[in-house]
T-cell receptor, first 112, second 113 residues
Framework: QKEVEQNSGPLSVPEGAIASLNCTYS??????FFWYRQYSGKSPELIMS????GDKEDGRFTAQLNKASQYVSLLIRDSQPSDSATYLC????????????FGTGTLLAVQP | DVKVTQSSRYLVKRTGEKVFLECVQD?????MFWYRQDPGLGLRLIYF???????EKGDIPEGYSVSREKKERFSLILESASTNQTSMYLC????????????FGPGTRLTVL
């Protein structure tokens, strides 16, 4: 079992819809969770971080964390074609190191 | 704003060459990381450093070494480049251990012929 799992997609949504991206992780003591957006040929850029159970909202983005289910998700409201990218989930496990474990990413395609 | 720069966006080298990839940050951040990214395999950690002259192996250190002589600069070295090291190389810094957020440089696309 991979430590951080994401559906590779592509996830296709129409413009204006809600895109829902999901991520599961295997380390129960994981403490920190991140979502990155990566455009083709570019480096990942941080969208959201979340550390406690529940929802965290930033503009059109909402991160949701459920530690009991070992599940973190990203919702994108009013999706735009410019949101088309690969979204990477990253998890810092409970150890003493500062390492992040990345999922392989979900490709999101927003159709105009 | 966090600024991380990498020495080259694109690099083409021949098998057996020694290759240096440099990463420079403009602040005093202690933690720096080198990843490679390949289709279907995602981001994989090669090495990281938590201070000057301090380094730790990541998940795939074989064929690589690193150097951190100054706090702002973290170098990745391919002692003898091979075709299976063709990849996108990404440097990242962590701004604070308390927030453990990593920010990435623009990446270097390395092709080994």
């Amino acid at each position: 079992q991979k430590e951080v799992e994401q559906n590779s997609g592509p996830l296709s949504v129409p413009e204006g819809a809600i895109a829902s991206l999901n991520c599961t992780y295997s380390d129960r003591v994981s403490q920190s969770f991140f979502w990155y957006r990566q455009y083709s040929g570019k480096s990942p850029e941080l969208i959201m971080s979340i550390y406690s159970n529940g929802d965290k909202e930033d503009g059109r983005f909402t991160a949701q964390l459920n530690k009991a289910s070992q599940y973190v998700s990203l919702l994108i409201r009013d999706s735009q074609p410019s949101d088309s990218a690969t979204y990477l989930c990253a998890v810092r496990n409970g150890g003493a190191t500062n390492k992040l474990i990345f999922g392989t990413g979900t490709l999101l395609a927003v159709q105009p | 704003d966090v600024k991380v720069t990498q020495s080259s966006r694109y690099l083409v080298k021949r098998t057996g060459e020694k290759v240096f990839l440099e990463c420079v940050q403009d602040m005093d951040h202690e933690n720096m990381f080198w990843y490679r990214q390949d289709p279907g395999l995602g981001l994989r950690l090669i090495y990281f450093s938590y201070d000057v002259k301090m380094k730790e192996k990541g998940d795939i250190p074989e064929g690589y070494s690193v150097s951190r002589e100054k706090k702002e600069r973290f170098s990745l070295i391919l002692e003898s480049a091979s075709t299976n090291q063709t990849s996108m190389y990404l440097c990242a810094i962590m701004t604070s251990s308390s927030t453990d957020t990593q920010y990435f440089g623009p990446g270097t696309r390395l092709t080994v012929l």
